[in-house]
């Protein structure tokens, strides 16, 4: 069973947090946080290597403590040292974490101080104002812990889909070579590929359902066996991710996908439909009176209730029946439509890769462009670049054109300053194929004042994309106030892009703002926000809320030819 490189440097990161949090050597501390950052940006996958025999000593950053952490964690799964600081420390703490604002230092401070081991406790000592006595813990950050607390609480225990995925393929795989079993389909949330799920229902069609069961509690990856019934088992899986495998007879397995995909208000105004045929619908079929007319096909159940099938990903109560009965659904986007990606940092700034590394692997994925877009010189932190700089890599893009068999746009990444004005020149930006323009600072601006300052950017004549529009971190931070309907409209009449950033904590634009930028004129980059060449795989993602928002291919212009995007973003130029 495969043990990801995410898993591991999440493995490590957690350990940095926890060996902090007890105020360990900061030494030790930087070690497990450099190595879970190489792992992650690794390119090899360190189950393979360490199976190859190879020593892993040879990567950068990798000592023989780490490497033996590492083979420990790739033969068992688990690593020793976490679980006994797990159990050295509170189980609250690790919650905390989830909170913007606090760090392990700071929740190290709140542990000592209040002995606060929970967000429940953190609410009481915030709202109270007690946590005004701590060095550091000003107005500014004890609002943005109560917006934490208040957004964790909303958002309950979620996981992002980017994390379930990993779990839910290998246990499809897992599930799928065990002997007597037919069919093995994940459902639910991650069928409809929402940002986030709350567990995993996995449904099976298999010989023997009993023995099956028994296979999959042995998952090597199970916390706690939860149930083990007649139809249904539920497991607990070590980063506490719930899974349900139901058993499903063969002849209801369309309707049993159907039902446990969901959503609920897809399947309520399905089965108003069948009511007022005087049929019934569960997740055994259609009946009329005890007769079952459909069941075995999910095909076979809309064809009965006169509908054409529609996708998992719309399945939302969004008007996806009404617009089926019109024979007015979208094409939805996919994969392989995409011919390009739009947003790429390179080691010029806060990248892991160079130039020539992110093109040669964005050209192995059949890409026809990509562009580099580097940060620009307010955002110091990521090393931005100013105008010198930023022609230094015009430069090298140039040579690269010349060497490589896909084309290297010239872009920035350009900061919109608290006034709406870029951070570089006009001079230097209409030189570059393509200006996307972020908002990295200043979240907290009124909507109004935040709108007039995107509004001022889009008016650049040589912006072309805004960059992950709102802001918004998944469970983390929420999207800034802005006027949408304005910023549709000054999109729509400049011709400026939206872009669905497909980093899987961001997904922004968000499903219901990338239809409604459709419906207002308003087309799309799909792209990945990649600081390193596994990034470019987010691309997934970033499709998958494409779909969630009715987005077409010809919605997104990364899937234009070369020569007809180098058209649409000449704009000014």
């Known amino acids: 069973m495969a043990v990801l490189n995410r898993e591991i440097a999440d493995i490590f990161s957690k350990t940095a947090d926890f060996l902090e949090i007890k105020g360990e050597n900061p030494f030790k501390v930087r070690a497990y946080r450099n190595a879970a950052r190489i792992i992650q940006n690794m390119g090899r996958s360190l189950e393979s290597l360490v199976e190859e025999g190879f020593d892993l000593t040879r990567l950068p950053g ?22 006994e600081l797990k159990k050295e420390l509170p189980e609250g703490l690790e919650e905390l974490l989830s909170i913007e604002g606090l760090g392990p230092k700071r ?34 950050l004890v609002e943005k812990i109560l917006k934490g607390i208040r957004l964790a609480k909303k958002s309950g225990r979620r996981f992002r889909f980017d994390v379930a995925k990993p779990y839910a393929e290998d246990l499809r795989a897992y599930l799928s070579k065990f002997e007597g079993v037919l069919r093995v389909e994940v459902a639910g949330s991650y ?31 199970v916390k706690e066996i939860v149930s083990k019934g007649e139809t249904r088992s ?31 208000a897809h399947n309520i105004k399905i089965r108003k439909m069948a009511i007022d045929r005087g049929w019934k619908i569960n997740e ?21 209730m006169g509908l054409c099938f529609i996708e998992p990903e719309l399945r939302e109560d969004r008007g996806e029946i009404e617009a089926c009965l019109k024979h007015s659904l979208p ?37 026809k462009y990509i562009a580099i877009t580097d940060h620009s010189k307010h955002l110091t932190v990521a090393k931005g670049l100013d105008e010198k700089r930023l022609l230094e890599q015009i430069e090298e893009i140039e040579k690269l054109n010349e060497e490589l068999d896909i084309e290297i746009l010239k872009g920035i990444e350009c900061d919109i ?49 805004i960059a992950h529009p709102t802001g918004r971190v998944i469970g983390h931070r929420n999207a800034y106030e802005l006027d949408m309907d304005r910023i549709f ?50 691309m997934e993602y970033g499709v998958n809320q494409a779909r969630r928002g009715w987005i077409e291919r010809e919605d997104v212009i990364n899937t234009l030819d070369l020569k007809d995007l180098k058209r649409l973003l000449k704009r000014g130029r």
Request: charged fraction near 30%; proline fraction near 2%.
């Open 284 to 304: 055994y079929g259609i009946f009329e009176g005890d007769r079952k007319i459909a069941g075995e096909s999910e095909e076979q159940m809309y064809e009965m």
């Open 489 to 538: 409209e000054v999109c729509a009449k400049e011709g400026v892009f939206l872009e669905i950033n497909a980093q899987p904590e961001r997904l922004d634009l968000n499903d219901i703002l990338a239809r409604e930028a459709k419906n207002r004129g308003v087309k799309l980059s799909i792209a990945t926000d990649s600081h390193d060449i596994g990034c470019l795989d987010f």
């Open 331 to 367: 094409k939805l986007i996919n994969l392989s439509d995409i011919k390009g990606d739009l947003h790429i940092h390179t080691t010029y700034t806060d990248g892991k890769a160079s130039i020539k590394e992110m093109a040669s692997k964005a050209y192995e994925k059949g890409y």
């Open 234 to 264: 539920t497991i607990i899986l070590n980063n506490d991710l719930q899974v349900d495998l139901r058993s499903v007879p063969k002849e209801s397995y369309g309707s049993a996908l159907h039902y446990f995909t969901g959503s609920k």
């Open 417 to 465: 300053l608290e006034d709406g004005s870029l951070d570089l020149s006009d001079e230097v930006l209409k030189r570059l194929d393509v200006v996307l323009g972020a908002v990295h600072f200043k979240f907290n601006l009124s909507k109004e004042k935040q709108t007039d300052r995107v509004i001022r950017a889009i008016k650049n004549p040589y912006l072309n994309i």
């Open 107 to 140: 929740i190290r401070t709140l542990y000592e101080t209040f002995h606060i081991t929970s967000l429940k406790d953190l609410a009481k000592v915030a709202e109270s104002g007690e946590i005004y006595k701590l060095k550091g813990f000003g107005p500014k």
């Open 62 to 83: 990798i000592g023989q403590d780490l490497a033996s952490y590492i083979e420990e964690i790739v033969k068992t799964g688990k690593f020793s040292k976490l679980e």
């Open 191 to 221: 069928r409809r590929r929402k940002e986030t799920v709350g567990d995993l229902d996995i449904l099976v069609v298999s010989d023997n359902w009993e023995k099956t069961s028994d296979y999959f509690v042995k998952y090597p990856k």
